[in-house]
């Protein structure tokens, strides 16, 4: 603790190194030229003190393509490469404290990713990019549980100003002398006013050579989208560096094993709230078993409605109903007793509960089903068929778990549940199932929505060939319209180069042919 204690020298207090310290962003170098390995003890929230120099560049080079690339473009292989080098940057900074199953979760992001390069459905794009987010958020914070998932999704988004403080440190202070950034800014100046200097002169001198010059140094692009672009880098690089940063602390939040269990309320009362529920449950399931399951005739000798008025009410409110029940369960599984006698009773009773979940789920895909036979396929009643079959899956994955009463391996399992069913819905197709089914329907009741049709994506065109003229013309009339101007090449996606082909080898012939043009 204390220096030599010679009379000449003076005495000089050295405090042992704490245990545990509030890190402080000037306290830090921001990189290293290795990468930082996290430990496994609890870390406190704050700055990690080390990231990889190829963090910076990965980062830089993410948000320079996006501020070039996606504004005023769809979304094509540019978002792609983007998102692949933002991943990386998060990768770096966090590859050596990540297990196997995280590696998976990376993974499903990005085969995620890939689908901006072959789909072409907005709708379908957004929904896949909030996932590639959550993956890689939860994934680099190795959440375990419940709380930290929702905590590790949070932090990312919250944590979007520290990420852009974070991402923009190497600008200044000794980060910057450390990166040797003032000889590159200074070699920058001195070569724009060359060029400024002497290429003003020869341009005034030369009429050719000014017309080359206007040629090479005016933007390709238009100068009033500056703003939107800069904005969309920083962005990009807001988010990479809130994944990065808010992923060294979200672990110490995190917990894999459940905490002890206090029985918050008596045996008595949640017995009787979970069997009454079951009651409930086990009654509604015996009137779809006699009425939805029983036949047109039975349906409308007791409702007064049709076999497919009937399926119309109330498919949504089945799916809140199911859903909610997650909610119970989780509850129920609080406020119990940790007793052998009481984990049987919860046991049982949630057993119950979730089998006559699945029939109440089997009950909503019926209707659905029946509703889109009836009044056409869309994208929302598709989306509902997928979010059925999600919950259906989760209900049989609670059903395990109960019975080996071991749920720590649960919520990652219902996350890479939800990652792989919407992989499995892009390489459905939607938009083209969406434009298959309606024209098989069309066959068979010459009922159908033209308009509609003709507002679905790229994806659909091959399909729509299938319609028979004049419906053909009038709904690839509009799509022609939406496809005119062709992309940029950075934005090159597959679905909108093949409805390109396709369009330009048969022409419509009828553009106005849909009420309202």
Not at 105 to 129: C, D, E, H
Not at 275 to 297: K, M, N, S, T
Request: glycine content about 8%.
């Amino acid at each position: 603790m204390w220096a030599d204690e010679g009379p000449a020298t003076p005495r000089t207090f050295r405090p042992a190194a704490p245990i545990f310290t509030e890190p402080a962003y000037s306290q830090h170098r921001i990189w290293t030229s290795s990468p930082y390995r996290a430990s496994m003890q609890p870390l406190v929230v704050g700055e990690p003190p080390f990231l990889p120099r190829s963090f910076f560049i990965l980062t830089g080079a993410a948000a320079v393509a996006a501020g070039l690339s996606i504004p005023g473009s769809p979304p094509g292989a540019n978002w792609t490469v983007i998102g692949a080098l933002a991943v990386a940057a998060v990768w770096v900074a966090r590859a050596g404290a990540l297990e196997r199953p995280d590696y998976g979760l990376v993974g499903l992001a990005l085969i995620l990713l890939g689908f901006f390069t072959i789909r072409s459905a907005p709708w379908l794009l957004a929904v896949n990019l909030v996932f590639i987010v959550a993956l890689v958020a939860i994934a680099m914070a190795r959440a375990q549980s419940w709380a930290g998932i929702l905590i590790s999704l949070a932090r990312a988004l919250m944590g979007l100003p520290h990420g852009i403080v974070l991402v923009l440190r190497p600008v200044g202070g000794r980060a910057a002398r450390d990166f040797k950034l003032t000889p590159i800014l200074r070699t920058l100046t001195m070569m724009v006013g060359a060029v400024a200097v002497f290429g003003g002169l020869f341009a005034s001198a030369d009429p050719a050579f000014a017309t080359l010059a206007g040629d090479l140094l005016v933007p390709p692009f238009d100068l009033s989208m500056i703003p939107i672009r800069g904005a969309t880098a920083l962005g990009v690089a807001a988010l990479a560096g809130s994944l990065t940063m808010r992923s060294f602390d979200a672990v110490a939040t995190d917990t894999t094993s459940a905490p002890e269990r206090r029985a918050w309320l008596g045996g008595v009362e949640w017995k009787a709230t979970l069997g009454l529920i079951d009651l409930l449950f086990a009654g509604f399931v015996a009137v779809q078993l006699a009425v939805l399951f029983g036949g047109d005739e039975h349906v409308l000798d007791t409702t007064g409605l049709t076999y497919a008025e009937y399926a119309r009410e109330g498919f949504f409110q089945l799916i809140v109903a199911s859903a909610t029940t997650l909610v119970v369960i989780a509850v129920a599984v609080r406020v119990a007793g940790a007793h052998r006698a009481e984990r049987t009773w919860l046991r049982a009773l949630l057993g119950v509960l979730c089998v006559l979940t699945l029939v109440v789920l089997a009950s909503a895909s019926k209707r659905v089903t029946l509703y889109q036979e009836a009044y056409g396929f869309t994208r929302l009643r598709l989306l509902a068929a997928l979010v059925i079959l999600v919950l259906g899956c989760t209900f049989v994955l609670l059903i395990v778990a109960g019975t080996m009463w071991k749920a720590s391996w649960l919520p990652r399992a219902i996350v890479f549940l939800g990652a792989a069913a919407l992989i499995g819905f892009n390489a459905y197709n939607p938009d083209a199932r969406i434009a298959e089914k309606n024209i098989d329907r069309f066959s068979r009741t010459t009922q159908i929505d033209l308009r509609y049709l003709a507002s679905l994506s790229a994806d659909a065109v091959p399909e729509l060939m299938r319609l028979s003229e004049p419906e053909r013309s009038c709904v690839l009339a509009r799509l022609d319209d939406a496809l005119a101007e062709p992309p940029a090449p950075w934005s090159w996606n597959l679905a909108r180069a093949r409805a390109h082909i396709v369009l330009r080898e048969s022409l419509p012939i009828g553009t106005r042919c849909l009420a309202g043009d």
